[in-house]
């Protein structure tokens, strides 16, 4: 599948929910597109509110509830629907999405499934499109509307479906790289179709993913993500308001971030760029000249200590096995329950007689402890002693060479005396040394190491 086809100077272009959120974030975003000959194909997510609005619409609201959120998706759309030179080009189909919501909100407050969310969630992209392809236009530029969901093709896991990248790439070349030539393509992120044409989702935040993955499939030279944040910094600025914002970025370590709770990125976003080798550009449409982070397959001076993420509400699992000193097989015992219950760890350190863990909850909008069902919680307590801690934050330093290096241990840790860390993981990763804090303390914690390793 991996054949070399010649790499083309091409851009994809993705925009976020902010980015498309009205008119005039809109016609930034189009001045960004128009601004740069290699943009042809563009991808975007739905308008800021409205993935959140359809969401809640795809629970089940009460009526009156439901009438208020089918209003909100209608203002926020015919806000920017209204401004458009010739809105009747695109109105009548901007109405039939809007009556497609009601009715299939209508259906959800009566029984709600994962397909029919997705179905319904899907609108929030198709609406975006429709309207920025008209944006385009009115800016005299060549520019198509396209249905993504003719080539991202995924299995059928509603809510975090996994594409299919062989066929991705089938089609994108047949269907999407002749258009290309001729014009720019505006597409959805985030959404897909399944073997029976029904549609489905990557996953909250998807619309990077898909602007990686169509970057893949058509051998593009680049993939841009346009946000509202210059580019990724050593930690979250509105921590630290003296983070500082990291020009050029090693995949592994940026990966490192995504998975760790930088929000910059979506965790699987990077997947497909380090498979072929494609940089991943991340600016601020509002301020496209600030400039931005580029992500890269560098090796130049990789720093030791690179940034820190932070993650909330963290669950802790500890596990005391009750008479297995020196016993065979507990951790196996204990992890094909897990994995039965649809439950992948994240960090681990164990001894003797027992095991402390977290669950991975990255990608998805689910806690720790909503992943705790009683059956889990019962079949573990036939095995071991089970104790369950909450709120607390999981703090990732990111780094190189971290489990090689001397010096860390005096850098990181010295300072960490006023703490009670909770949890320790270190060695395994030369990219990250992760550690458990209650959460109340979280901020401190990212504070007092931010400014020991970064100021
Ligand atoms: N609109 C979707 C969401 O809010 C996908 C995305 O924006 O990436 O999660
Ligand atoms: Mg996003």
Same mark, same amino acid.
């Given at each position: 599948m991996n054949q070399a086809a010649p790499q083309s100077s091409h851009v994809v272009a993705k925009f976020g929910g902010t980015s498309v959120a009205d008119f005039e974030a809109m016609n930034r975003s189009a001045d960004v597109v128009l601004g +740069? &000959?290699? $943009?042809?194909l563009v991808v975007l997510s739905a308008s800021a509110g409205v993935t959140n609005l359809l969401v809640a619409l795809a629970a089940g609201s009460e009526s009156e509830q439901r009438s208020y959120q089918l209003d909100e998706i209608r203002r926020i759309q015919y806000a920017i629907l209204d401004r458009?030179? +010739? &809105?009747? $080009?695109v109105r009548e189909e901007i109405d039939r999405m809007l009556e497609n919501i009601a009715m299939l909100s209508e259906a959800a407050a009566l029984a709600t499934s994962t397909a029919l969310t997705d179905e319904l969630v899907s609108h929030g992209e198709l609406m975006s499109t429709l309207l920025f392809v008209e944006i385009l236009r009115q800016r005299q530029a060549q520019a198509e509307w396209f249905d993504v969901r003719k080539v991202m093709h995924t299995d059928d896991h509603f809510g975090r479906a996994t594409p299919d990248g062989a066929v991705l790439k089938e089609l994108a070349q047949t269907l999407l790289q002749p258009r290309l030539q001729a014009s720019l393509v505006v597409t959805q992120g985030f959404i897909g179709s399944e073997a029976k044409g029904r549609t489905t989702t990557?996953?909250?935040?998807g619309s990077d993913y898909t602007a990686a993955l169509l970057g893949e499939a058509l051998n593009l030279s680049r993939v841009d993500i346009w946000t509202d944040v210059p580019g990724i910094y050593t930690t979250d600025p509105r921590v630290v308001p003296a983070a500082k914002r990291i020009d050029k970025i090693a995949f592994e370590e940026a990966a490192e971030m995504a998975t760790f709770g930088?929000?910059?990125?979506?965790?699987?976003?990077l997947l497909p760029a380090v498979r072929s080798d494609i940089p991943v550009f991340v600016g601020s449409s509002k301020d496209p000249a600030a400039g931005g982070t580029l992500v890269c397959n560098t090796t130049e001076n990789p720093p030791l200590f690179r940034a820190l993420a932070l993650r909330r509400k963290q669950t802790l699992l500890t596990l005391h096995s009750?008479?297995?000193?020196?016993?065979?097989g507990f951790l196996a015992e204990v992890f094909s329950i897990l994995a039965r219950h649809d439950i992948s760890v994240d960090l681990i350190t164990t001894s003797e007689v027992s095991i402390a863990l977290t669950m991975d909850t990255t990608g998805?909008?689910?806690s720790g402890r909503s992943l705790l069902t009683t059956a889990l919680l019962t079949e573990l307590s036939s095995l071991c002693r089970v104790e369950v801690e909450e709120d607390l934050a999981l703090i990732a330093l990111i780094g190189n060479k971290l489990s090689r290096a001397c010096g860390v241990g005096k850098e990181v840790f010295g300072v960490m005396?006023?703490?009670?860390?909770?949890m320790i993981c270190y060695?395994?990763?030369?990219y990250n040394l992760c550690f458990l804090v209650p959460g109340a303390d979280a901020e401190q914690v990212v504070r007092t190491l931010h400014h020991n390793l970064f100021e």
């Open positions: +740069n &000959p290699d $943009v042809r458009l030179d +010739n &809105p009747s $080009v990557l996953g909250r935040g930088a929000k910059v990125l979506h965790p699987a976003t009750l008479n297995m000193l020196h016993a065979r998805t909008t689910s005396d006023p703490f009670n860390i909770r060695g395994a990763s030369n």
